[in-house]
Nanobody, 124 residues
């Protein structure tokens, strides 16, 4: 089992950057693919990006491609997402999630463990 805790959210202006972190505890973190999702009130939780545990390959939603970068540090049991050129439409509660699957899945049902989320608010 894996426990996940997100941090790094905040209020920023459009064009600014933030770095979110997902700290994990539990067994064999290095063997979990990590996904990042976000959700706004009244909307479905949507996929942002993810990183595979076996290849280190990353995959991003079109809406963040070129602006967000996901990386992991297995020695620190941590995955981060560097978010640049933030837009007001990036405002959401951001979650990290873990799955033992090799691939990065874009559907939330594929993930077994979730953090509590960290709020990102981007003002125009």
């Amino acid at each position: 089992q894996v426990q996940l805790v997100e941090s790094g959210g905040g209020l920023v202006q459009a064009g600014a950057s933030l770095r979110l972190s997902c700290a994990a505890s539990g067994r064999a973190f290095s063997r979990y693919t990590i996904g990042w999702f976000r959700q706004t009130p009244g909307k479905e939780r949507e996929f942002v990006g993810g990183i595979s545990w076996i290849s280190g390959s990353t995959y991003y939603a079109d809406s963040v491609k070129g602006r967000f970068t996901i990386s992991r540090d297995n020695a620190k049991n941590s995955v981060s997402v560097q978010m640049n050129s933030l837009k007001p439409e990036d405002t959401a509660l951001y979650y990290c999630a873990a799955t033992s699957q090799v691939a990065v899945y874009t559907t939330k049902e594929r993930y077994d463990y979730w953090g509590q989320g960290t709020q990102v608010t981007v003002s125009s």
